[in-house]
């Protein structure tokens, strides 16, 4: 599976930015979906997950309420869509890919930086 995450870029805080991730290789609707991130210095983060196309969400308690991640899967895509943005939501984005069921993420993609300014 090959994952493309593009949509990252400047916000002030409270502004919102929609992430993509595009996937190709394999049967997308058999993918579980799930996005990360990592603030300089930190540890990479789970964000949110899409499990079994859309019909199951986890959300990292950080996000819950201001992210929500959605796919189309006509389109190949997952999407993160992110409100009410912090600094602290700083860091660089990655989604990921596994099968449907699976523990651990095989597939990731190449990361786009997000920048929230106070």
């Known amino acids: 599976v090959q994952l493309q995450a593009s949509g990252g870029g400047l916000v002030q805080a409270g502004g919102s930015l929609r992430l993509s991730c595009a996937a190709s290789?394999?049967?997308?609707?058999?993918?579980?979906m799930g996005w990360f991130r990592q603030a300089p210095g930190k540890e990479r983060e789970f964000v949110a997950v899409?499990?079994?196309?859309?019909?199951?969400?986890y959300y990292a308690d950080s996000v819950k309420g201001r992210f929500t991640v959605s796919r189309d899967n006509a389109k190949n895509t997952v999407y993160l869509q992110m409100n009410s943005l912090k600094p602290e939501d700083t860091a660089v984005y990655y989604c990921?890919?596994?099968?449907?069921?699976?523990?651990?993420?095989?597939?990731w993609g190449q990361g786009t930086q997000v920048t929230v300014s106070s």
């Open positions: 899409d499990r079994r196309s859309g019909s199951i969400t």
């Open positions: 990921a890919a596994r099968t449907s069921g699976a523990t651990m993420y095989d597939f």
């Open positions: 290789g394999r049967t997308f609707s058999r993918l579980d």
